[in-house]
């Protein structure tokens, strides 16, 4: 249970703010381990990382309790009063983290001079966990080009979820998850990691690993050039 880390004596009203994903509790260990080597080979030992759609905040919460050599930006398109924000403040509350800021309202598709007010090369990394699979293309459009102006020199932009390769989707499992997401949403579904290959280009960055995940999901590391 993912309320179990936390200290004892959380109040009624933030246990309740906390949301829990099945989906993060199942994903976090792995995405954080991988996380965790690709970090420590990076040469600055003070990091300051953003993360995109950060959803409920247990990823950014169990990443700052692996990594407190990195601060951690976690944003979300959900407003301040809303029940993604409220979720992330609590368990930041409810872990005493000192290493996680506020979360901000960022819309990751706007243009990056819209992003929180972050500047130009402020970040070491950027990392998006199953939000490009989840919106529309315009999403992955905003996500590169902004991570292209705020990536620092060498910084990396990371995503984890699943993917299509040149045009296929494989296997059945993410050919349904596609089908599934173009259910609920007609623009969303699984980016093509060949154009997102080209979007890191054309926005300064180039992709340098794609490591198998559990469940058919690929962790894709770009570099900024
Ligand atoms: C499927 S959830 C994933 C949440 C979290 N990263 C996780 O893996 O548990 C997708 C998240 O992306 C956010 N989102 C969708 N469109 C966005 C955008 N344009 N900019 C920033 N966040 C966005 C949603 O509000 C949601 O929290």
Known sequence: MVHCYLVHGSSSSLLQAMLLSPQ???NWEPVCSVLQDVL???PHRQLFALELGSGTGQHV???AQRMPFVT???SDIQEEARSRCRSIKAYIAATNMTTVLQP???DASEPWEKWAGLSR???DVIIAIN???YSPFKTAQGVFNGAGQIIKQNGLLITYGAYAINGTITPQCNELLDEELRKRNAEWGLPDIDVLRQLAYANGMRMER???MEECYKLLIFRKL
């Open 24 to 26: 993060a509790e199942r």
């Open 210 to 212: 794609m490591i198998e």
């Open 131 to 133: 939000l490009l699979q």
């Open 104 to 106: 901000v309202h960022l």
């Open 72 to 74: 951690w930006q976690p």
């Open 121 to 123: 090369a402020s970040c």
């Open 40 to 42: 420590e080979e990076q």
């Open 61 to 63: 919460i169990r990443f």
